[in-house]
T-cell receptor, first 111, second 116 residues
């Protein structure tokens, strides 16, 4: 099993809908979790951090962490065409502070 | 944007030549990282630094070395470039926070390296 796994997509949603991005992780990843957004040809940009079980909301974004099931999700409400990007899920390895990234999910928001 | 620059932004070189990439930050952050990004692999950690002259290997460190003589600069050297090292290289920085935010990383603009 990969340490951080994401569906590569593409995930396509209509404008105004909720986009749901999911990520699972192995036992070798157990600490802080992050979602980064990466536009084509650009560098990753941190959009959400989550450290404990439950939901964390910031504007149109909600991150969810479920440690028992070992998954992290990102919900984007009222999706906009400008949200079209690759979303990288990341977590910190157990016992250290190395951040391990998933391969990313491509999201397309259709106008 | 966090004050992180990378140079050069683009480079084409030949197999067997040494190459050095530079990451410069103005944030005074303690931690610095070098990643490479390839299709299908996502971001992979090459080396990281947790202070001046303190560095350690990541998951894909073979063929790469690093140096950090000042807080603001982190250099990545490809000792003898190979075609498999053609990639986009990103530098990132982070700082320790009481709320475990030290792993929140901020990325530079990237360097696109092509090894012919």
């Amino acid at each position: 099993q990969k340490e951080v796994e994401q569906n590569s997509g593409p995930l396509s949603v209509p404008e105004g809908a909720i986009a749901s991005l999911n990520c699972t992780y192995s036992d070798r990843v157990s600490q802080s979790f992050f979602w980064y957004r990466q536009y084509s040809g650009k560098s990753p940009e941190l959009i959400m951090s989550i450290y404990s079980n439950g939901d964390k909301e910031d504007g149109r974004f909600t991150a969810q962490l479920n440690k028992a099931s070992q998954y992290v999700s990102l919900l984007i409400r009222d999706s906009q065409p400008s949200d079209s990007a690759t979303y990288l899920c990341a977590g910190v390895n157990t016992g250290g502070f190395k951040t391990i990234f998933g391969a990313g999910t491509r999201l397309f928001v259709k106008a | 944007d966090a004050g992180i620059t990378q140079s050069p932004r683009h480079k084409v070189t030949e197999t067997g030549t040494p190459v050095t990439l530079r990451c410069h930050q103005t944030e005074n952050h303690r931690y610095m990282y070098w990643y490479r990004q390839d299709p299908g692999h996502g971001l992979r950690l090459i080396h990281y630094s947790y202070g001046v002259k303190d560095t350690d290997k990541g998951e894909v460190s073979d063929g790469y070395s690093v140096s950090r003589s000042k807080t603001e600069d982190f250099l990545l050297t490809l000792e003898s470039a190979t075609s498999s090292q053609t990639s986009v290289y990103f530098c990132a920085i982070s700082e320790y926070g009481q709320d475990r935010s030290y792993n929140e990383q901020f990325f530079g603009p990237g360097t696109r390296l092509t090894v012919l």
